[in-house]
């Protein structure tokens, strides 16, 4: 294997390593760990196979080899239907593949799909992956409800928390579904969610904490994504509004983000984000959403992250070329057992940093 040097070719190589180690070919499926844990079940749930999914869109979207990407990507979207429930009312993906039994419907994983279908709707033109994104929207306001003040529920039938991270991908689907349509009634929605949404901000951090428990009681846990959803929601109201708060708002969770979730590196003049890759790759989409709309263009938080996967691609990755969640190659490089979760995300990164070269 040749040494990758630029962006595209290490999302390119890291996507290579992932197919072949995580594939199911006679089922257009992947295992959610490998190697394969004695308890994994045949495939990986639905969370694990969206970040592929999420990969494939940005690898779709890097320069030169477009058409190959966009086979891939139409494959990979025949291979999500083998998780949607087409008898439920509204129809929407189950967390397991439906003919091993299915699973419940969580309204965040709906929500990546979501985005997901945007993006895919953006690159191959075909506007039933725009009805689609309709669709998943609609899933997710069915999960609305004024209990608690308002929210969208986290889990369709265990309805025991609002969570940051089914609120947060709704806000920012709605956005990018006005992009799309231009109809007022998803900016409606996008600021009714983020309105709602605030009461899990913490004062003493910055950022967004995980739920709100239907006895009322917050969940304080702090991961990147809640936050970076929120920024990017933020920062697609201000580009469509242009009303000034919410570019002060983006801002102030970025530096928040930065500060909170970053330590520094104790050999290296870098900053370490946690040990969840694909959190912190929605954490880099609301950096990158921001950088977009604001004049100051400032790049300090989108570098931290770059200065970090640059890192994780010389000391994380193990004799395989599969990459630990810790991006410091401290801890895990050789474990035995690696999720899938973890790798899609490094290939999402690095397609990412492409399209920006």
């Not at 239907?81 to 003919?99: F, G, T």
């Not at 725009?130 to 998943?136: F, N």
């Amino acid at each position: 294997m040749k040494l990758a040097k630029t962006y595209k070719e290490k999302a390119e190589q890291s996507y290579e390593t992932l197919v072949n180690y995580y594939f199911v070919k006679e089922h257009q499926l992947f295992l959610e760990n490998y190697e394969k844990k004695p308890d994994d079940r045949d495939f990986s749930y639905l969370w694990p196979f969206s970040g592929v999914l999420s990969a494939v869109n940005a690898l779709a979207r890097m320069g030169g080899e477009e058409e190959k990407y966009r086979k891939e990507l139409v494959s990979i979207l025949e291979s999500l239907e083998q998780y949607r429930d087409v008898e439920a009312d509204p129809a929407a993906y189950d967390s397991y593949v439906i003919h091993q039994g299915g699973g419940s419907k969580f309204y965040d994983d709906n929500q990546w799909l979501g985005l997901d279908f945007v993006e895919a709707y953006r690159t191959l033109g075909n506007p039933y992956y725009l009805e689609m994104a309709k669709a998943m929207f609609d899933f997710s306001i069915s999960g609305w409800s004024n209990e608690l003040g308002g929210g969208i529920y986290w889990q369709e039938d265990q309805k025991t928390s609002k969570n940051t991270c089914s609120n947060g991908p709704a806000a920012v689907l709605a956005m990018k579904l006005f992009e799309e349509t231009g109809k007022d009634e998803y900016i409606i929605w996008a600021e009714k969610i983020l309105d709602w949404t605030k009461v899990l901000w913490q004062p003493e951090t910055g950022v967004y904490g995980d739920n709100m428990k239907l006895d009322g009681s917050i969940d304080g846990t702090t991961y990147t994504y809640n936050t970076g959803t929120i920024i990017h929601a933020n920062a697609l109201l201000y580009k469509a509004t242009n009303h000034s708060d919410y570019l002060k708002e983006a801002r102030m969770l970025a530096q928040s983000s930065l500060a909170h979730f970053t330590t520094k590196h104790p050999d290296v003049s870098i900053h370490l984000f946690p040990t969840t890759p694909w959190f912190n790759t929605i954490l880099l989409k609301g950096y990158l959403a921001l950088f977009e709309v604001d004049s100051e263009k400032d790049r300090t938080f989108i570098e931290a992250i770059q200065d970090n996967v640059n890192y994780a691609w010389t000391h994380a990755r193990d004799h395989k070329g599969l990459f630990s969640s810790d991006w410091s190659g401290k801890t895990g490089v050789e474990q035995k057992y690696k999720w899938l979760l973890d790798q899609a995300p490094m290939v999402e990164i690095y397609a990412l940093f492409a399209n920006m070269e």
